[in-house]
T-cell receptor, first 114, second 108 residues
Framework: DGGITQSPKYLFRKEGQNVTLSCEQN?????MYWYRQDPGQGLRLIYYSQIVNDFQKGDIAEGYSVSREKKESFPLTVTSAQKNPTAFYLCASSIVVAGGYEQYFGPGTRLTVT | EDQVTQSPEALRLQEGESSSLNCSYT??????LFWYRQDPGKGPEFLFT???AGEEKEKERLKATLTKKESFLHITAPKPEDSATYLC?????????FGTGTSLTVIP
Protein backbone atom coordinates (compact mmCIF):
# COMPACT_ATOMS: atom_id res chain seq x y z
CA ASP A 1 0.00 0.00 0.00
CA GLY A 2 1.27 3.45 -0.89
CA GLY A 3 1.16 6.10 1.77
CA ILE A 4 2.84 8.27 4.36
CA THR A 5 3.98 6.85 7.67
CA GLN A 6 4.85 8.82 10.76
CA SER A 7 6.38 7.42 13.88
CA PRO A 8 5.86 7.26 16.72
CA LYS A 9 2.16 8.04 17.13
CA TYR A 10 2.74 9.44 20.62
CA LEU A 11 5.98 10.92 21.92
CA PHE A 12 6.82 12.23 25.37
CA ARG A 13 9.91 14.27 26.17
CA LYS A 14 11.30 16.33 28.98
CA GLU A 15 11.81 20.03 28.47
CA GLY A 16 15.28 20.81 27.14
CA GLN A 17 15.62 17.64 25.08
CA ASN A 18 15.74 17.54 21.30
CA VAL A 19 13.43 15.05 19.64
CA THR A 20 13.18 13.79 16.05
CA LEU A 21 9.91 12.87 14.37
CA SER A 22 10.02 10.43 11.49
CA CYS A 23 8.18 10.79 8.17
CA GLU A 24 8.47 8.31 5.30
CA GLN A 25 6.51 8.15 2.05
CA ASN A 26 6.43 5.57 -0.71
CA UNK A 27 4.23 7.60 -3.07
CA UNK A 28 7.21 8.81 -5.10
CA UNK A 29 6.17 12.40 -4.38
CA UNK A 30 8.81 15.06 -4.84
CA UNK A 31 7.55 17.58 -2.29
CA MET A 32 7.19 16.98 1.44
CA TYR A 33 5.93 19.19 4.25
CA TRP A 34 5.75 19.47 8.01
CA TYR A 35 2.81 21.15 9.71
CA ARG A 36 1.90 21.80 13.28
CA GLN A 37 -1.73 21.66 14.46
CA ASP A 38 -2.91 23.29 17.68
CA PRO A 39 -6.49 23.44 18.98
CA GLY A 40 -8.48 26.26 17.40
CA GLN A 41 -5.80 27.04 14.83
CA GLY A 42 -5.36 26.05 11.24
CA LEU A 43 -2.44 23.92 10.20
CA ARG A 44 0.74 25.98 10.21
CA LEU A 45 3.65 25.21 7.92
CA ILE A 46 7.00 24.53 9.59
CA TYR A 47 9.22 23.45 6.70
CA TYR A 48 8.82 22.14 3.19
CA SER A 49 11.08 20.48 0.67
CA GLN A 50 10.59 20.40 -3.08
CA ILE A 51 13.57 18.16 -3.87
CA VAL A 52 16.24 16.13 -2.14
CA ASN A 53 18.89 18.16 -0.28
CA ASP A 54 16.80 21.33 -0.46
CA PHE A 55 14.23 22.73 1.96
CA GLN A 56 12.64 26.04 2.87
CA LYS A 57 11.33 27.56 6.07
CA GLY A 58 7.62 27.91 6.53
CA ASP A 59 5.76 30.35 8.75
CA ILE A 60 6.90 28.91 12.09
CA ALA A 61 10.36 27.38 11.51
CA GLU A 62 12.02 28.78 14.63
CA GLY A 63 13.10 26.00 16.98
CA TYR A 64 12.79 23.29 14.32
CA SER A 65 15.19 21.70 11.85
CA VAL A 66 14.80 19.24 8.98
CA SER A 67 16.84 17.21 6.53
CA ARG A 68 16.01 15.69 3.15
CA GLU A 69 18.74 13.22 2.28
CA LYS A 70 16.39 10.82 0.52
CA LYS A 71 13.26 11.42 -1.53
CA GLU A 72 11.27 9.12 0.74
CA SER A 73 12.26 10.64 4.07
CA PHE A 74 11.81 14.04 5.70
CA PRO A 75 12.55 13.91 9.44
CA LEU A 76 11.74 16.85 11.71
CA THR A 77 13.78 17.70 14.80
CA VAL A 78 12.12 19.71 17.52
CA THR A 79 14.90 21.44 19.39
CA SER A 80 15.01 22.77 22.91
CA ALA A 81 14.78 26.26 21.40
CA GLN A 82 11.13 25.69 20.46
CA LYS A 83 9.19 27.45 23.19
CA ASN A 84 5.89 25.58 22.92
CA PRO A 85 6.66 22.20 21.37
CA THR A 86 3.61 20.30 22.62
CA ALA A 87 1.37 19.86 19.56
CA PHE A 88 0.12 17.47 16.90
CA TYR A 89 2.65 17.25 14.05
CA LEU A 90 1.58 16.29 10.55
CA CYS A 91 3.77 15.30 7.64
CA ALA A 92 2.48 15.61 4.10
CA SER A 93 3.61 15.07 0.55
CA SER A 94 2.33 16.45 -2.71
CA ILE A 95 2.36 15.65 -6.38
CA VAL A 96 1.70 17.69 -9.48
CA VAL A 97 -1.39 16.55 -11.36
CA ALA A 98 -3.08 17.90 -14.46
CA GLY A 99 -3.97 21.51 -13.79
CA GLY A 100 -2.56 21.68 -10.29
CA TYR A 101 -1.41 19.48 -7.49
CA GLU A 102 -2.63 17.36 -4.58
CA GLN A 103 -1.37 17.02 -1.03
CA TYR A 104 -1.75 13.98 1.21
CA PHE A 105 -1.14 13.60 4.94
CA GLY A 106 0.31 11.05 7.28
CA PRO A 107 -1.42 9.93 10.50
CA GLY A 108 0.41 12.45 12.70
CA THR A 109 2.60 12.37 15.80
CA ARG A 110 1.38 13.85 19.05
CA LEU A 111 4.31 15.31 20.95
CA THR A 112 4.02 16.15 24.62
CA VAL A 113 6.85 17.99 26.35
CA THR A 114 6.78 18.39 30.13
CA GLU B 1 -2.19 38.80 3.23
CA ASP B 2 -3.20 35.35 2.07
CA GLN B 3 -6.08 34.09 4.18
CA VAL B 4 -8.55 31.23 4.35
CA THR B 5 -11.69 31.50 6.49
CA GLN B 6 -14.14 28.71 7.21
CA SER B 7 -17.66 29.03 8.55
CA PRO B 8 -19.39 28.04 10.67
CA GLU B 9 -16.87 26.89 13.28
CA ALA B 10 -19.24 24.18 14.41
CA LEU B 11 -22.41 22.69 12.95
CA ARG B 12 -24.86 20.25 14.47
CA LEU B 13 -27.28 18.51 12.11
CA GLN B 14 -29.95 15.92 12.52
CA GLU B 15 -29.41 12.82 10.46
CA GLY B 16 -30.80 13.53 7.00
CA GLU B 17 -30.70 17.32 7.40
CA SER B 18 -28.71 18.73 4.48
CA SER B 19 -26.46 21.78 4.86
CA SER B 20 -23.39 23.56 3.50
CA LEU B 21 -19.98 24.52 4.82
CA ASN B 22 -18.24 27.64 3.56
CA CYS B 23 -14.61 28.38 2.77
CA SER B 24 -13.70 31.89 1.64
CA TYR B 25 -10.22 32.90 0.59
CA THR B 26 -8.12 35.90 -0.29
CA UNK B 27 -5.15 34.32 -1.99
CA UNK B 28 -3.33 35.35 -5.12
CA UNK B 29 -2.14 32.79 -7.58
CA UNK B 30 -4.61 30.05 -6.69
CA UNK B 31 -3.45 26.64 -7.88
CA UNK B 32 -6.10 24.59 -6.15
CA LEU B 33 -8.76 24.61 -3.43
CA PHE B 34 -8.65 21.49 -1.28
CA TRP B 35 -11.14 19.88 1.06
CA TYR B 36 -10.11 17.40 3.74
CA ARG B 37 -11.91 15.41 6.40
CA GLN B 38 -10.18 15.01 9.74
CA ASP B 39 -11.23 12.63 12.50
CA PRO B 40 -10.00 13.25 16.07
CA GLY B 41 -6.37 12.29 16.55
CA LYS B 42 -5.83 11.45 12.89
CA GLY B 43 -4.28 13.07 9.86
CA PRO B 44 -6.51 14.87 7.35
CA GLU B 45 -8.02 12.67 4.67
CA PHE B 46 -8.03 14.12 1.17
CA LEU B 47 -11.51 14.61 -0.31
CA PHE B 48 -11.41 16.96 -3.30
CA THR B 49 -9.34 19.42 -5.27
CA UNK B 50 -11.04 22.18 -7.26
CA UNK B 51 -9.03 24.21 -9.71
CA UNK B 52 -11.26 26.76 -11.40
CA ALA B 53 -14.43 28.73 -10.75
CA GLY B 54 -17.54 26.80 -11.69
CA GLU B 55 -15.97 23.42 -11.04
CA GLU B 56 -17.91 20.86 -8.98
CA LYS B 57 -16.91 17.47 -7.58
CA GLU B 58 -18.95 14.84 -5.76
CA LYS B 59 -18.20 11.93 -3.48
CA GLU B 60 -21.04 10.01 -1.88
CA ARG B 61 -23.03 12.57 0.17
CA LEU B 62 -20.50 15.37 -0.37
CA LYS B 63 -20.39 17.89 -3.18
CA ALA B 64 -17.80 20.66 -3.43
CA THR B 65 -18.20 23.78 -5.54
CA LEU B 66 -15.87 26.68 -6.28
CA THR B 67 -16.34 30.35 -7.16
CA LYS B 68 -13.69 33.03 -7.52
CA LYS B 69 -13.74 33.86 -3.83
CA GLU B 70 -15.22 30.90 -1.99
CA SER B 71 -15.98 27.23 -1.96
CA PHE B 72 -18.89 25.32 -0.52
CA LEU B 73 -19.00 21.77 0.74
CA HIS B 74 -22.59 20.58 0.50
CA ILE B 75 -23.61 17.62 2.62
CA THR B 76 -26.78 15.89 1.48
CA ALA B 77 -28.74 13.71 3.91
CA PRO B 78 -25.81 13.31 6.32
CA LYS B 79 -25.29 10.27 8.50
CA PRO B 80 -23.64 10.07 11.93
CA GLU B 81 -20.50 8.69 10.32
CA ASP B 82 -20.08 12.01 8.50
CA SER B 83 -19.27 13.62 11.84
CA ALA B 84 -15.74 15.04 11.62
CA THR B 85 -13.86 18.28 11.15
CA TYR B 86 -13.76 19.45 7.54
CA LEU B 87 -10.72 21.46 6.54
CA CYS B 88 -10.33 23.74 3.58
CA UNK B 89 -6.95 24.69 2.13
CA UNK B 90 -5.72 26.81 -0.73
CA UNK B 91 -2.61 25.99 -2.70
CA UNK B 92 -0.54 28.74 -4.22
CA UNK B 93 2.96 28.40 -5.53
CA UNK B 94 4.82 26.09 -3.19
CA UNK B 95 2.59 26.48 -0.16
CA UNK B 96 -0.80 25.53 1.19
CA UNK B 97 -2.87 27.77 3.47
CA PHE B 98 -5.41 26.16 5.77
CA GLY B 99 -8.58 27.37 7.44
CA THR B 100 -9.39 26.43 11.02
CA GLY B 101 -12.05 23.94 10.01
CA THR B 102 -15.73 23.28 10.58
CA SER B 103 -16.57 20.69 13.21
CA LEU B 104 -19.62 18.76 12.02
CA THR B 105 -21.74 16.65 14.34
CA VAL B 106 -24.57 14.58 12.88
CA ILE B 107 -27.08 13.43 15.47
CA PRO B 108 -28.95 10.16 14.91
Amino acid sequence: DGGITQSPKYLFRKEGQNVTLSCEQNLNHDAMYWYRQDPGQGLRLIYYSQIVNDFQKGDIAEGYSVSREKKESFPLTVTSAQKNPTAFYLCASSIVVAGGYEQYFGPGTRLTVT
Amino acid sequence: EDQVTQSPEALRLQEGESSSLNCSYTVSGLRGLFWYRQDPGKGPEFLFTLYSAGEEKEKERLKATLTKKESFLHITAPKPEDSATYLCAVGTGNQFYFGTGTSLTVIP
